[in-house]
């Protein structure tokens, strides 16, 4: 396997369950914020973007959650599937540049 | 969207050398970016190529030891220079179709150099 993910922060869950990835972010001036997911062996895969003038966006099983009062980002996945086992980053956006956090692996046991 | 293309998709180096990495995408894009992705880490920008100019460099990487060009809207290249096993790392193209628009990325370029 990749070496990608192997510090990183990881979060366990069963299958089924509903998971929560978590992101800080540090500049107010970001106006878009992206969630991504990165399989192993594969460069990073768009889920869901939100930008700043929301606070809740949908998409199929996944929920982006942002709170700018505490500069927080949160990706909220329903009923996960093996599949969703990979590593998560956020990033942020100001003036077309993105700044990627630090990143979260999901690992989904059976 | 955008399919984005990496040659080579991994390498292994000698120390002292240069790699050249390609970036091909299949619809003409906005912008063009070069990332580096040390084991282990999250993402992080090396710089922005610009077509038919000089690339915009990000702190602590510089031009003489990532060397970078674009001819045109749909090809980029990435050389690292003079490596060191410190130079291990993923490399990844990615691509902005226009301003403000998604971000995608290339499925990286693996090098471990001894």
């Known amino acids: 396997g990749e070496s990608v993910g192997l510090h990183l922060p990881t979060l366990s869950v069963q299958e089924g369950d509903n998971s929560i990835i978590n992101c800080a972010y540090s500049n107010s001036a970001s106006d878009y914020f992206i969630w991504y997911k990165q399989e192993s062996g594969k460069g990073p895969q768009f889920i869901i973007d939100?930008?700043?003038?929301?606070d809740k966006r949908q998409g199929q099983r996944v929920t982006v959650l942002l709170n700018k009062t505490v500069k927080h980002l949160s990706l909220q996945i329903a009923a996960t599937q093996p599949g969703d086992s990979a590593v998560y980053f956020c990033?942020?956006?100001?003036?077309?540049?993105?700044?990627f956090g630090g990143g979260t692996r999901l690992m989904v046991k059976p | 969207s955008a399919v984005i293309s990496q040659k080579p998709s991994r390498d292994i180096c000698q120390r002292g050398t240069s790699l050249t990495i390609q970036c091909q995408v299949d619809s003409q894009v906005t912008m063009m970016f070069w990332y580096r992705q040390q084991p282990g880490q999250s993402l992080t920008l090396i710089a922005t190529?610009?077509?038919?100019?000089?690339?915009?460099?990000e702190s602590g990487f510089v031009i003489d030891k990532f060397p970078i060009s674009r001819p045109n809207l749909t090809f980029s290249t990435l050389t690292v220079s003079n490596m060191s096993p410190e130079d291990s790392s993923i490399y990844l193209c990615s691509v902005v179709i226009r301003i403000f628009s998604e971000q995608f990325f290339g499925p990286g370029t693996r090098l471990t150099v001894l």
């Open positions: 939100i930008r700043s003038n929301m």
């Open positions: 190529a610009n077509q038919g100019s000089e690339a915009t460099y």
């Open positions: 990033a942020e956006r100001d003036s077309n540049m993105l700044t």
